[in-house]
């Protein structure tokens, strides 16, 4: 990741931008990320895919793709993309926005790539919990394991030879990690 910025900018600076490839806001700075690498988008792909067929099959809300923008935070704003986000339908209020959506999602999962940090996890993973996610997942494709975190929790680690479920945030939802993980 680099900072690009000598300024501090805000998310409707940044949204007025355009595309202008993977990045975020990270209290007015705006951080540029490198394209994700092959497996983390089979991974990222397969996990949203998942989320949004049974959120769709049950009217729950939204899922959204990788590299939609959450605004946490203002003055200096906060803007983050998890790979894969869910938000519940009684929060999507007048609408879907157009530009990015107010808050946390109620889930977003990260998919590790080979150059995250712990602290840099660690980091993400606070700050959509203290902003008001119910939930965080973390899938790491070199462990095959999906740790999903919870405000004053101990993380649940699931493995590839278990099904992960999260009742807080999708009740009834389950899906065998053995289906995301595994490559041809």
Known sequence: MSIITSKSITADELFAMGDIGRCELIYGELVMM?????????????????????????????????ETGFKLDN????????DV???????????????YFLGAPDLAVEVLSPGDTRRAVAEKVNAWLAYGALSVWVADSSKMTIDVHHT?????????NQSISDDRVLPGFS???KKIFQLP
């Open 34 to 66: 490198g394209p994700a690498g092959a497996e983390h988008g089979v991974v990222a792909g397969r996990i949203f895919h998942a989320i949004s067929q049974f959120v769709v099959d049950h009217d729950l809300g939204l899922t959204f793709a990788a």
């Open 75 to 82: 003055d200096p704003d906060l803007v983050r993309a998890p």
């Open 85 to 99: 986000s869910y938000v519940r339908k009684d929060r999507v209020v007048g609408g879907v926005p157009k530009t």
């Open 152 to 160: 004053g929790d101990e993380k649940i680690t699931f493995s590839v």
């Open 175 to 177: 899906l065998p990690l």
